[in-house]
């Protein structure tokens, strides 16, 4: 039975990986959709989303019948609530790809992103990406040190979105209020995006350790 | 044994529906100290967060404690596990009313909002403090009439969230940068807070009739 509900548990884990694989094509594919103004590859995003929420439906009924069917204890049980809420952590990540890529295509033809401000957006995307790939890695692992990198990571996203706002209000930009907006919005998308990434660690550091880490942060209008 | 679940599962309720209570005086706070430009109401929002992270910490291992020490099963076992949930959902609106007060610190002693956006922001403050203690009276009373009201109420957040993007980009209005950054931001934060009270009425939905609604949607970028 205990070993039963081991192999469940490693089921939970493989779902839950595979869900950072989703979500971690999809803010690449929407990264390059937003950058490059790219109509099919941001609808592929769009579409793609349903998969993830499928994923994540999957994973909720899974941990809800093992909770019934199982009544796990002590570890067991707080893997499998802990599991549930890096399911909505994923999810939501899913969520805000599907945001950026519909930034994109709601631009079209046009790019939403000037040129002057392509390398910022383009340095959260690649940090997002790799962001959701080792939150895979940390998920599947338990690695501690990489959960912890999670946090260095967000940093460098978080100073970025900094940047980002102060070249906004450079008294030299000349860029427009769409524009304004649209950067605006794409740059929180990625600062969430990293948020739930780091979320998903903290609560890999909660399972293995038991300590609970500061809670989710948002530390946004540091402009 | 069934009867003490039972209150200690109207404990959660109350809990929750204590949340909505502080929750429903920050957004009501942050609104007015981003109107007024009242840098020392902000600055209570702020520090009163801390109670509502604090609430939701309980809350949370109350219902751990419920799960491994009660066992419990079906019925019993979806209630607290969608308690979880919705306690997450409680806190982020606490975080969303937050963020509202930094907005409004972090331009004092200028307001964030211009002269003639701030109808719209008012109104969505009010239907923002109108939907979290409607989400109380649904926590309460499991009233689905009251559940079914608060998405009709999301429409009108999120046909005014239209509404500031409209405004924004009209060619005549002439606002800075800075303020179309502040108003995206803030109009944003209300249109998750909204969300969030959304998503509390579908679980609770889902309490009584077993079924689920559509998933959190974000339909932000409809401008």
């Known amino acids: 039975m205990r070993a039963h509900l081991h192999g469940e548990q490693y089921g939970l884990s493989a779902q839950m990986v595979e869900m950072t694989r989703l979500v971690g094509s999809a803010i690449a594919r929407a990264t390059t959709a937003l950058l490059e103004a790219d109509l099919d590859l941001s609808q592929t995003v769009i579409a793609a989303d349903e998969q993830?929420?499928?994923?994540?439906?999957?994973?909720?009924?899974?941990?809800?019948?093992?909770?019934?069917?199982?009544?796990?204890?002590?570890?067991?049980?707080?893997?499998?609530?802990?599991?549930?809420?890096?399911?909505?952590?994923?999810?939501?990540?899913?969520?805000?790809?599907?945001?950026?890529?519909?930034?994109?295509?709601?631009?079209?033809?046009?790019?939403?992103?000037?040129?002057?401000?392509?390398?910022?957006?383009?340095?959260?995307?690649?940090?997002?990406e790799g962001m959701v790939a080792k939150t895979g890695s940390v998920i599947a692992t338990r690695d501690l040190r990489l959960a912890t990198e999670l946090e260095t990571d967000d940093d460098d996203m978080d100073a970025l979105h900094r940047d980002v706002f102060a070249a906004l209000l450079d008294r030299s930009w000349q860029g427009s209020v769409e524009t304004a907006v649209d950067v605006t919005l794409c740059g929180r998308y990625y600062e969430r995006f990293a948020d739930h990434a780091v979320s998903v660690a903290h609560r890999v550091i909660f399972l293995v350790t038991g300590e609970r880490s500061r809670p989710d942060h948002d530390p946004t209008l540091q402009v």
């Open 52 to 128: 993830i929420d499928a994923l994540h439906l999957e994973l909720e009924e899974q941990a809800l019948i093992m909770l019934s069917q199982q009544r796990p204890l002590s570890t067991d049980l707080r893997t499998i609530v802990t599991s549930l809420r890096m399911g909505t952590d994923l999810e939501r990540m899913g969520d805000l790809a599907r945001h950026v890529a519909k930034l994109a295509r709601m631009r079209y033809p046009n790019p939403a992103v000037p040129l002057e401000l392509r390398p910022m957006i383009l340095r959260m995307g690649q940090i997002a």
